[in-house]
């Protein structure tokens, strides 16, 4: 039984099964119209959503299947203060296949390992978002028939935006691709990310307040907003809010095979008049998340009734404690769930938080 907590929880290979299903069903919707009749999907939604939580089950009754839904952490027993680990498993009695959002980062790994069913993370805080990836992949993959030999120009708030970091990390394990990131000095990708993801793998990438610049030069632009609700300071994110906006006028000096992708919400960094662009492809990948969604749910059903339950992170049985350490994230599950017990990923020199993967000052870890 697998979840998807991250992209990479998908191999090339996999990806490439689920773009094929997904087109496929494109062509001929009718013919999983009663694949998952039996099957019910639930959706969990802590944080807001109106597209995510509709595509998941829209896509889940397109597949013949039915769904219970969870749209506001308010209406939840964690309000009560149970756990979410508790929940999970509560629901995971339930129904086949879950597919949750919740604000703090790591939350979907502690899901997942509560969990007897599948898990879907539909966005944990500022950290993953991988089915909105699937989304943007597919959208490539049908306007330029490959996802690698790309210059990828990825726009806004990457410090916070998880769609950012899951395509990231799905696009860079394909040949021949750059990254060009352009964002406000307090909103660069954070920078272990970086080295982690490219630097390290000699992937070539950029980081340039240079809009103008970088959109001549671009296949794919990646525009997203800035993410008002993770602000500790509201008067930052006024400060920063409108720092890109892609204009027709920018458009003309952009090439006529680049395509503009947005995960949406827009809020004002795509001018309305940019719509009609043939280029302006943002619209179009809401179908195509749909699709991939469907494919998999399809796919994460199948496999559960194919193969027995295991530790979706069976490493982490070999993660560290450390002594008196925290993770400092404010963000982070271990934040917010304070009996869950901090694990660390020690790796080369640095140390990070195994949920949600972000750097921490420490002395020497101890074994857990
Ligand atoms: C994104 C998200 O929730 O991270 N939206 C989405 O899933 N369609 C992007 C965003 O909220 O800015």
Known sequence: MRSIIDIADLSVAELDELMDHAQQMIADPASVADLHAHHQLATLFFEPSTRTRLSFESAMYALGGSVVSMSSAANSSTSKGETLADTIRVVSNYVDVIAMRHFAEGSALVAARASGVPVINAGDGG????????????????????????????????????????????????????????????????????????ASRGIPYEETSDFAGAIRGADVLYMTRIQRERFADIDTYHRLAGSFILTPKLMESASEEMIVLHPLPRVDEISPAVDADPRAKYFEETFNGKMMRMALIDFLVKDAQASPRKDPRPELEEACTLSDVSCTNRLCITQQERELQPLFIQHDESVRCAYCE??????VPVRA
């Open 127 to 198: 950290h993953f978002h991988p089915t909105q990836t699937l989304a943007d992949v597919l959208t490539i993959q049908r306007a330029h028939a490959q996802l690698g030999g790309q210059r990828i120009v990825v726009v806004g708030d990457l410090l916070y935006g998880r769609t950012v970091h899951s395509l990231v990390r799905c696009l860079a394990r394909y040949e021949g691709n750059s990254f060009v990131f352009v964002s406000p000095q307090e909103l660069r990708m954070p920078a272990g990310f970086l080295q982690r993801e490219l």
């Open 358 to 363: 972000a750097p921490v000052q420490a002395a």
